[in-house]
């Protein structure tokens, strides 16, 4: 079992910077990737930006050049650097954590955090 705790989340004005957090606890051993998604109101949830145990990330078109993903291996944290931010950047953004169980791939997701940004 993996328990996600996510922070950082709140609103700002266009333009403007927000750094989430995602801390994993229990069988942190187990996770291969880490990674963000979001949800606007109405919307289906997105994939934002993903990042690998060895460090390979990938990114949503709409955030590439804005938002950075990294992750510190030590502390099972995932972050995600969210620099112009937009109006349509606005939703609940969920940290998602990936685990391999010997054959069996299970995620696993954190409460989510809203992000607001104001026009």
């Known amino acids: 079992q993996v328990q996600l705790v996510e922070s950082g989340g709140g609103l700002v004005q266009a333009g403007g910077s927000l750094r989430l957090s995602c801390a994993a606890s229990?069988?942190?051993?187990?996770?291969?990737?880490m990674g963000w998604y979001r949800q606007a109101p109405g919307e289906q949830r997105e994939l934002v930006a993903t990042?690998?145990?060895?460090?390979?990330?990938n990114y949503a078109d709409s955030v590439k050049g804005r938002f950075t993903i990294s992750r510190d291996n030590a502390k099972n944290t995932v972050y995600l650097q969210m620099n112009g931010l937009k109006p349509e950047d606005t939703g609940v953004y969920y940290c998602?954590?990936?685990?391999?169980?010997?054959?069996?791939?299970?995620?696993?997701w954190g409460q989510g955090t809203q992000v607001t940004v104001s026009s």
């Open positions: 998602n954590v990936r685990t391999r169980w010997g054959p069996v791939e299970y995620d696993y």
């Open positions: 990042i690998t145990s060895i460090g390979t990330t």
């Open positions: 229990g069988s942190t051993s187990r996770i291969n990737a």
